[in-house]
């Protein structure tokens, strides 16, 4: 679906015909080595040329030299980096998300010669990552390709380095990274009567391919292991449910897996507690959570990480019907525990209590992680910028906020406990389904907890970051795969040999 960039790396001092990308400072100068590459005429003319543009080589800013006196390239295109302080935490992949954003679909070269900015190999290849996710558009369903598309596929860019040897090297397992990040958005841009558990469920089975082992639950499955909340849900749907488990073994034979999980609506009406009928389109990414596991386990084995990893998907549409689960409804779950049913929108935590419990009850993870749109509140409390994170495990929120902090996938922390827990007490059953207006994430994700036993476990509340999310350097689309970049970090960083 996404038209890359054919990407060459190559030593610097050479040059194509074409685009020629350089950056300068707050001082409008590129380093000496660039500076002496393209010459002092054309140093002079950027600083001429800022001039007249009201260019201050800011951050995220970019000015356009076309047909630059004296060099034989097409357009001269002065990306800024700031001063000193701005230069210290750059976003190498928003800047990649930048650069690819200036280019016309012609040959354009960088020089990844950056003032005040060490561009290592791992840097290099994150810009390459950034350029490549800023390409993705998805256009399947589009029977009239406009003009600028075409282009756009024959576009090629040479990043010019210190090390090609080293960046390739680091790249390839970026492009498995990239791979997860486009499966992720295909599956969660995809329609709802394109895509539903079924067909999902196929998806995730196409990791085979990959050397993923897939298995897939279907209703008589699920029934059999008595997982009635789950079963609630699909049942308003003539299209069944699905439980897709995913396992990459990457790692030591007896090392203990650890375990991603994912909510897979693949649309949601709110059932017989329906929803206004604005903006319910949106609820075909009501499966993210899913898509973003499918596209970490694409990742993941694509690049062969060394790591035993359990994927694991709940696949459901939550429809109106005769056969709807109603409000009052009590479900019994695989954990035995019972959950009264007052509002059938509040469908997430039930796919995912019996989904939780049978993952840390087959496989025994070292930890859990969820992903789930799972609330409209968590956009009340962190809009677009933020996903919920829950926890009951210290040392695992910490990582998590960590990496995301590192991906510009960001997280904050929110609270569970107690107080929560109690809003879930229900009068005919262990727990109901709904905790109340106030801290509805936080009720959501209590009920959550009484799934996971002691397994470490961490909840991401991804219903403001998964889609329609701001626009970004690196995300066009609607889809943004949140989440594929974070979690591989996180395996990267702590549970790789
Ligand atoms: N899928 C929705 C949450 C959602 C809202 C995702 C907006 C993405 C964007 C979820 O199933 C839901 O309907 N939650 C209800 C819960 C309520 C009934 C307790 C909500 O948030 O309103
Ligand atoms: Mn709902
Ligand atoms: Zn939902």
Redesign the pocket.
């Known amino acids: 679906m996404a038209e890359s960039f054919k990407i060459d790396f190559q030593p610097h001092g050479k040059v194509e015909s074409g685009d020629l990308i350089v950056f300068v400072g707050d001082n409008l100068k590129p380093t000496p080595a660039v500076a002496k590459l393209i010459g002092s005429k054309a140093v002079d003319l950027i600083a001429k040329a800022a001039s007249a543009e009201n260019f201050k080589g800011k951050p995220k800013s970019a000015m356009t030299i076309v047909v630059p006196n004296g060099l034989t390239v097409d357009r001269l295109i002065v990306i800024g980096v700031g001063g000193e302080k701005e230069r210290a935490d750059v976003d190498f992949v928003q800047l990649g998300g930048l650069i690819s954003g200036k280019t016309n679909g012609k040959t354009a070269t960088a020089v990844l010669d950056l003032p005040g900015i060490q561009v290592s190999p791992e840097a290099a290849a994150d810009i390459a990552l950034g350029v490549q996710m800023r390409r993705y558009s998805f256009d399947r369903y589009k029977t009239k390709k406009k003009d600028e598309d075409e282009k756009k596929s024959a576009a090629r860019l040479v990043l010019s380095v210190a090390d090609p040897a080293a960046v390739k090297k680091v790249y390839k397992a970026r492009e498995s990274v990239l791979q997860g990040v486009n499966l992720a958005r295909d599956l969660v841009n995809e329609p709802p009567n394109v895509l539903g558990p079924q067909e999902f469920a196929a998806r995730a089975q196409e990791l085979t391919k990959l050397g993923v082992q897939v298995e897939i639950l279907d209703d008589k499955a699920m029934k059999k292991l008595g997982m009635g909340a789950l079963l609630g849900v699909a049942q308003g749907s003539v299209r069944g449910g699905r439980i897709a488990i995913m396992r990459w073994n990457g790692g030591k034979a007896n090392d203990k897996p650890i375990a991603f999980i994912g909510k897979g609506v693949v649309f ?1 009406t ?1 059932g017989i507690s329906i929803k206004p009928a604005a903006g319910m389109e949106d609820m075909k990414g009501d499966m993210a959570g899913a898509a973003c596991v499918v596209g970490l386990m694409h990742a993941l084995a694509s690049r062969k990480a060394k790591a035993n990893v359990v994927g694991a998907i709940g696949l459901v549409e ?1 429809m109106p019907d005769g056969n709807a689960q109603r409000p009052g409804d009590i479900v019994t779950t695989m954990s035995g525990q019972t959950i009264e049913i007052i509002n059938t ?4 935590r039930l796919v995912l209590a019996d989904v939780l419990w049978y993952v840390q009850d087959r496989f025994k993870p070292k930890f859990m992680v969820d992903l789930a749109t799972l609330t409209g509140a968590i956009l009340v409390a962190l809009a677009q910028e933020y996903a919920g994170l829950f926890s009951n495990n210290d040392e695992l929120a910490e990582r998590l906020a960590v990496a995301g902090k590192s991906t510009g996938e960001r997280v904050w922390r929110m609270p569970i406990g107690p107080e929560f827990d109690k809003m879930i007490e229900s009068k005919f059953a262990d727990m109901k389904n709904t905790g109340g207006r106030f801290g509805g994430s936080s009720s959501a994700a209590a009920l959550l907890q009484r799934f996971v036993n002691d397994t470490p476990w961490a909840h991401l509340d991804i219903a403001g970051t998964a889609m329609g999310s701001p626009q970004s350097e690196i995300n066009r689309g609607w889809a943004s795969g949140w989440g594929v970049r974070l979690l591989d970090r996180l395996v990267r960083d702590h549970y790789e040999a």
């Open positions: 949601d709110g939550n929108d509040a469908e997430g």
